[in-house]
T-cell receptor, first 112, second 115 residues
Framework: TQLLEQSPQFLSIQEGENLTVYCNSSSVFSSLQWYRQEPGEGPVLLVTVVTGGEVKKLKRLTFQFGDARKDSSLHITAAQPGDTGLYLCAGALSFGNEKLTFGTGTRLTIIP | ETGVTQTPRHLVMGMTNKKSLKCEQHLGHNAMYWYKQSAKKPLELMFVYNFKEQTENNSVPSRFSPECPNSSHLFLHLHTLQPEDSALYLC??????????????FGPGTRLTVL
């Protein structure tokens, strides 16, 4: 089983601050997704990146896929309490492969 | 109903009980999944069904028995579980074989407690 390591594991910051979380692997992925999960709910898809070096923006969230497609980052600008949750990255090892490998997760808490 | 639904949302059962978890997807997808989410562990894939055929069994103990009668419904039958099986069980669906778009859509989960 390929492992996706996320860092940090826990992050607690004040509202308005910026933050970056990371997702790293020794494996190459054909695509990578980021999900956010709130307590008592299932993960919700935020974004899919497929091209090495790709950058996608979703309001205050910026996602980047590494050039070698082995890693990814999520940057949040001016964090808000609504950003609180468990952030999961997940990678697909080959095109059209329905099996995803999920990362270890980053639990983010934004303090008002 | 839209998206992926799961019932029940909470389940408490004894080790000798038999129960079933139900998942239904309303997205027209053709692949469905069962995952187990425990504290301090990454999401663990249990089973994958593609066009109603099981394509993945991730070394799951036989006390978990999946059933996929059609591409919209997925069940997980439980019997003689152990306390360590207590976890959040998540169902997901996706449109398999859709080139790079393998993103999965999750239900809210069933919080299972085994006494």
């Amino acid at each position: 089983t390929q492992l996706l390591e996320q860092s940090p594991q826990f992050l607690s910051i004040q509202e308005g601050e910026n933050l970056t979380v990371y997702c790293n692997s020794s494996s190459v992925f054909s695509s990578l997704q980021w999900y956010r999960q709130e307590p008592g709910e299932g993960p919700v898809l935020l974004v899919t990146v497929v091209t090495g070096g790709e950058v996608k923006k979703l309001k205050r969230l910026t996602f980047q896929f590494g050039d070698a497609r082995k890693d990814s980052s999520l940057h949040i600008t001016a964090a808000q309490p609504g950003d609180t949750g468990l952030y999961l990255c997940a990678g697909a090892l080959s095109f059209g492969n329905e099996k995803l490998t999920f990362g270890t997760g980053t639990r983010l808490t934004i303090i008002p | 109903e839209t998206g992926v639904t799961q019932t029940p949302r909470h389940l408490v059962m004894g080790m000798t009980n038999k129960k079933s978890l139900k998942c239904e997807q309303h997205l027209g997808h053709n692949a469905m999944y069962w995952y187990k989410q425990s504290a301090k562990k990454p999401l663990e894939l249990m089973f994958v069904y593609n066009f109603k055929e099981q394509t993945e069994n991730n070394s799951v103990p036989s006390r978990f028995s999946p059933e996929c009668p059609n591409s919209s419904h997925l069940f997980l039958h439980l019997h003689t579980l152990q306390p360590e099986d207590s976890a959040l069980y998540l169902c997901a669906s996706s449109q398999a074989r859709d080139s790079r778009r393998v993103a999965q859509y999750f239900g809210p989960g069933t919080r299972l407690t085994v006494l």
